[in-house]
C-alpha cells in the first residue's frame, strides 16, 4: 500500500466517522451527480469532502477488505484539485457542470500531471505524458476532479491470446464486487468495477469492441459507447482508430449522458442538442427486442419478458427478433483491420507522446517483455503485438481496406435491418459471469457489442436483472447520433425499475 493510501486510511477510518466530522455532509454512499450537484450549492457538501470520501473508499475496498485492484493510481493533486475548486465556488467562479466533481480515468488515456500513463503495462511502468488527452482537457475545463486510474485488460485487451480480462501487470487482478471470484469483464474492468463499488463518482471507459459494453452489464452500471467519432481519441493509447473510442461509465443514466455532454467534441455536442435534457423525453416508439440467446441462458430470457412489460407499460411497441448474429467473416475482417491498425496506430502514439526507448514501438515493447520473462508476460502471450509488428503497412494496405470496408457494411446491414423509423434494438450484452482463470483465460458466454463497434453505431448499456448473484445488463442501439433517443428510453427504463442493487463483495457462488 501506497504511504499516501495509508495515510487516508488513517485519518478516516470509515465513510460514516468521514461524515460525522464534517456537519455540512450528508450522506455519499452511492450519490448521483445531480445529488452531489445540490450538495455543493447548498453549501452542504465541499469538493474536498467529497473527494476525501471516495479517496477513503479506495483505501479500504480497493486496497483492503476485497481488494479489487479497479484503481492503479491515485493523483496526489487530487485534494489540492478539489480545494482550489471550493475556493472558485466560494468566490462565484464555478468552471463547468462538473465543478468540483471527482472522476477516474482508464489508465491508458493520458494526463499531463503526476499520474502515469500505462495502459498497465510492464514497459510503460512511471511513465509520464507532457499533454492531455482531449477529453481530459475538456474534463478540467468542466470542473472535475481527477481522481486517478484505473486498472484495464492490458494493452485494453490486445495483447494475446488467453487473456483474463481485467488483468494487467502493473495493476494486477481486478476483481467483480458483486461475486469475487468471477470476471469484472474488459478491458474496462476498473473504471467499471470502481463506479459500481463507489469508489468515484464518475469514471471514463474505452471501447474497440465491448470494452464499455461488457464491464458495464457485469458490473451493474451503466455505460455509453457513443457514435464513433463523437469523443476524441486523441491521446489515448490506441488499438484501432476506426474503432477505438471513449465513453462514460456510471451508476444511472443521467450521470452517464451528463458526462457524455462534457468529452464529446464541439461538432458532436452540435449534432446531439442538450442530452441532459434528453432524460426527460422518450420519442421511441418501437424497440425491436432481440431473443437469440433466451434458450440456452434462462436469466436472461425472464429478464428480457420483464423488459417488455416495461416498454409496454412505457407505450412502446415491442418487435422481437429470434436470431441475430454476425457472419464469421465478420469478425476475421474486423481482426485484420485492428492488427492492421494496431500497428499503425499504436507506433505512432508512441512516437508522438515520446514514449521510453523501450517503448519507441511495438518490437521495442516485444523485446522488453521477452527479456522481462514472466514479470512480463504471466498467464499469457503477446501474439497481438507479434502480428501487428510483423504487418506490412504498405504491402498490405489494400486487403486491410478491403476487410474494413466488408466488416463495417455487414456490422450496419444487420444493425439497418431493425433500425427503421427512429426504432432502437434492445439486445442482452452478455451473459453472467464467468469464473477469473489465469490458466485457460476467459471462457466467454456471448457478447453482442461487435455488431455496434464495428459499424460505429452508439450504444447504451444499463442493468436489467440478475443470474443468482452475478448483475445482467442489455443493451440499447441506435443510428449514429442517436444518443439522446436512447437514454430517454434507459432512463425511463431505469426509473421503472428503480437503483441498481449495490455490490454484496460475495467471496464465490
Same mark, same amino acid.
Given at each position: 500500500?501506497?504511504?499516501?493510501?495509508?495515510?487516508?486510511?488513517?485519518?478516516?477510518?470509515?465513510?460514516?466517522?468521514?461524515?460525522?466530522?464534517?456537519?455540512?455532509?450528508?450522506?455519499?454512499?452511492?450519490?448521483?451527480?445531480?445529488?452531489?450537484?445540490?450538495?455543493?450549492?447548498?453549501?452542504?457538501?465541499?469538493?474536498?469532502?467529497?473527494?476525501?470520501?471516495?479517496?477513503?473508499?479506495?483505501?479500504?475496498?480497493?486496497?483492503?477488505?476485497?481488494?479489487?485492484?479497479?484503481?492503479?493510481?491515485?493523483?496526489?493533486?487530487?485534494?489540492?484539485?478539489?480545494?482550489?475548486?471550493?475556493?472558485?465556488?466560494?468566490?462565484?467562479?464555478?468552471?463547468?457542470? =462538473?465543478?468540483?466533481?471527482?472522476?477516474?480515468?482508464?489508465?491508458?488515456?493520458?494526463?499531463?500531471?503526476?499520474?502515469?500513463?500505462?495502459?498497465?503495462?510492464?514497459?510503460?511502468?512511471?511513465?509520464?505524458?507532457?499533454?492531455?488527452?482531449?477529453?481530459?482537457?475538456?474534463?478540467?475545463?468542466?470542473?472535475?476532479?481527477?481522481?486517478?486510474?484505473?486498472?484495464?485488460?492490458?494493452?485494453?485487451?490486445?495483447?494475446?491470446?488467453?487473456?483474463?480480462?481485467?488483468?494487467?501487470?502493473?495493476?494486477?487482478?481486478?476483481?467483480?464486487?458483486?461475486?469475487?471470484?468471477?470476471?469484472?469483464?474488459?478491458?474496462?474492468?476498473?473504471?467499471?468495477?470502481?463506479?459500481?463499488?463507489?469508489?468515484?463518482?464518475?469514471?471514463?471507459?474505452?471501447?474497440?469492441?465491448?470494452?464499455?459494453?461488457?464491464?458495464?452489464?457485469?458490473?451493474?452500471?451503466?455505460?455509453?459507447?457513443?457514435?464513433?467519432?463523437?469523443?476524441?481519441?486523441?491521446?489515448?493509447?490506441?488499438?484501432?482508430?476506426?474503432?477505438?473510442?471513449?465513453?462514460?461509465?456510471?451508476?444511472?443514466?443521467?450521470?452517464?449522458?451528463?458526462?457524455?455532454?462534457?468529452?464529446?467534441?464541439?461538432?458532436?455536442?452540435?449534432?446531439?442538442?442538450?442530452?441532459?435534457?434528453?432524460?426527460?423525453?422518450?420519442?421511441?416508439?418501437?424497440?425491436?427486442?432481440?431473443?437469440?440467446?433466451?434458450?440456452?441462458?434462462?436469466?436472461?430470457?425472464?429478464?428480457?419478458?420483464?423488459?417488455?412489460?416495461?416498454?409496454?407499460?412505457?407505450?412502446?411497441?415491442?418487435?422481437?427478433?429470434?436470431?441475430?448474429?454476425?457472419?464469421?467473416?465478420?469478425?476475421?475482417?474486423?481482426?485484420?483491420?485492428?492488427?492492421?491498425?494496431?500497428?499503425?496506430? =499504436?507506433?505512432?502514439?508512441?512516437?508522438?507522446?515520446?514514449?521510453?526507448?523501450?517503448?519507441?514501438?511495438?518490437?521495442?515493447?516485444?523485446?522488453?517483455?521477452?527479456?522481462?520473462?514472466?514479470?512480463?508476460?504471466?498467464?499469457?502471450?503477446?501474439?497481438?503485438?507479434?502480428?501487428?509488428?510483423?504487418?506490412?503497412?504498405?504491402?498490405?494496405?489494400?486487403?486491410?481496406?478491403?476487410?474494413?470496408?466488408?466488416?463495417?457494411?455487414?456490422?450496419?446491414? &444487420? &444493425?439497418?435491418?431493425?433500425?427503421?423509423?427512429?426504432?432502437?434494438?434492445?439486445?442482452?450484452?452478455?451473459?453472467?459471469?464467468?469464473?477469473?482463470?489465469?490458466?485457460?483465460?476467459?471462457?466467454?458466454?456471448?457478447?453482442?457489442?461487435?455488431?455496434?463497434?464495428?459499424?460505429?453505431?452508439?450504444?447504451?448499456?444499463?442493468?436489467?436483472?440478475?443470474?443468482?448473484?452475478?448483475?445482467?445488463?442489455?443493451? =440499447?442501439?441506435?443510428?449514429?447520433?442517436?444518443?439522446?433517443?436512447?437514454?430517454?428510453?434507459?432512463?425511463?427504463?431505469?426509473?421503472?425499475?428503480?437503483?441498481?442493487?449495490?455490490?454484496?463483495?460475495?467471496?464465490? =457462488?
Amino acid at each position: 500500500m501506497s504511504l499516501f493510501r495509508l495515510s487516508y486510511l488513517l485519518l478516516v477510518m470509515s465513510p460514516v466517522a468521514a461524515l460525522a466530522k464534517a456537519p455540512t455532509a450528508a450522506d455519499l454512499s452511492r450519490l448521483s451527480l445531480t445529488e452531489a450537484q445540490n450538495l455543493q450549492q447548498q453549501g452542504k457538501l465541499s469538493s474536498q469532502e467529497l473527494t476525501e470520501y471516495y479517496l477513503a473508499r479506495i483505501t479500504q475496498l480497493d486496497d483492503q477488505g476485497p481488494t479489487l485492484h479497479a484503481v492503479t493510481d491515485i493523483n496526489s493533486d487530487a485534494l489540492t484539485q478539489a480545494k482550489q475548486l471550493d475556493a472558485e465556488r466560494q468566490a462565484g467562479n464555478i468552471r463547468g457542470p =462538473l465543478h468540483g466533481m471527482p472522476v477516474l480515468l482508464k489508465a491508458n488515456i493520458a494526463t499531463a500531471d503526476q499520474l502515469p500513463t500505462t495502459a498497465g503495462a510492464l514497459v510503460l511502468k512511471d511513465f509520464k505524458t507532457s499533454v492531455d488527452a482531449a477529453l481530459v482537457a475538456q474534463l478540467r475545463n468542466a470542473g472535475a476532479v481527477i481522481l486517478g486510474k484505473t486498472n484495464l485488460s492490458e494493452w485494453a485487451n490486445f495483447r494475446g491470446e488467453g487473456s483474463a480480462s481485467g488483468w494487467s501487470a502493473l495493476g494486477g487482478q481486478t476483481k467483480n464486487p458483486y461475486v469475487l471470484s468471477q470476471s469484472p469483464c474488459g478491458s474496462s474492468s476498473g473504471s467499471g468495477v470502481a463506479v459500481a463499488a463507489d469508489l468515484t463518482l464518475l469514471a471514463v471507459g474505452t471501447e474497440t469492441d465491448g470494452s464499455i459494453t461488457c464491464p458495464a452489464a457485469i458490473n451493474n452500471i451503466v455505460g455509453i459507447k457513443p457514435t464513433h467519432g463523437a469523443v476524441s481519441g486523441h491521446g489515448i493509447i490506441p488499438i484501432a482508430s476506426s474503432q477505438d473510442t471513449a465513453g462514460p461509465m456510471t451508476r444511472n443514466v443521467a450521470d452517464a449522458a451528463a458526462l457524455l455532454q462534457v468529452i464529446a467534441t464541439p461538432q458532436a455536442q452540435q449534432k446531439y442538442g442538450d442530452l441532459n435534457a434528453a432524460i426527460t423525453q422518450q420519442p421511441v416508439k418501437q424497440v425491436v427486442l432481440v431473443r437469440h440467446y433466451d434458450k440456452d441462458y434462462p436469466a436472461v430470457g425472464k429478464m428480457l419478458d420483464e423488459l417488455k412489460k416495461q416498454l409496454t407499460a412505457l407505450g412502446v411497441t415491442v418487435k422481437e427478433r429470434q436470431t441475430w448474429q454476425l457472419a464469421d467473416t465478420v469478425y476475421q475482417d474486423e481482426f485484420t483491420v485492428l492488427v492492421y491498425e494496431y500497428n499503425r496506430d =499504436l507506433n505512432q502514439w508512441l512516437q508522438d507522446f515520446r514514449a521510453p526507448a523501450a517503448a519507441k514501438d511495438i518490437k521495442s515493447i516485444i523485446a522488453f517483455n521477452q527479456q522481462q520473462g514472466k514479470t512480463a508476460l504471466a498467464f499469457f502471450g503477446q501474439q497481438y503485438l507479434e502480428q501487428a509488428a510483423a504487418i506490412d503497412l504498405e504491402k498490405q494496405k489494400a486487403a486491410y481496406q478491403q476487410a474494413r470496408q466488408r466488416s463495417q457494411q455487414m456490422a450496419a446491414a &444487420l &444493425l439497418d435491418e431493425d433500425l427503421v423509423n427512429g426504432s432502437l434494438v434492445l439486445v442482452p450484452a452478455t451473459g453472467p459471469a464467468w469464473a477469473i482463470d489465469h490458466v485457460k483465460g476467459d471462457q466467454y458466454n456471448f457478447g453482442s457489442a461487435s455488431a455496434a463497434a464495428i459499424s460505429g453505431y452508439p450504444s447504451l448499456t444499463l442493468p436489467a436483472g440478475f443470474d443468482g448473484h452475478l448483475p445482467l445488463g442489455v443493451s =440499447l442501439i441506435g443510428k449514429p447520433w442517436q444518443e439522446a433517443d436512447m437514454i430517454g428510453l434507459a432512463h425511463a427504463l431505469e426509473r421503472q425499475r428503480g437503483p441498481a442493487a449495490a455490490p454484496t463483495y460475495r467471496t464465490n =457462488l
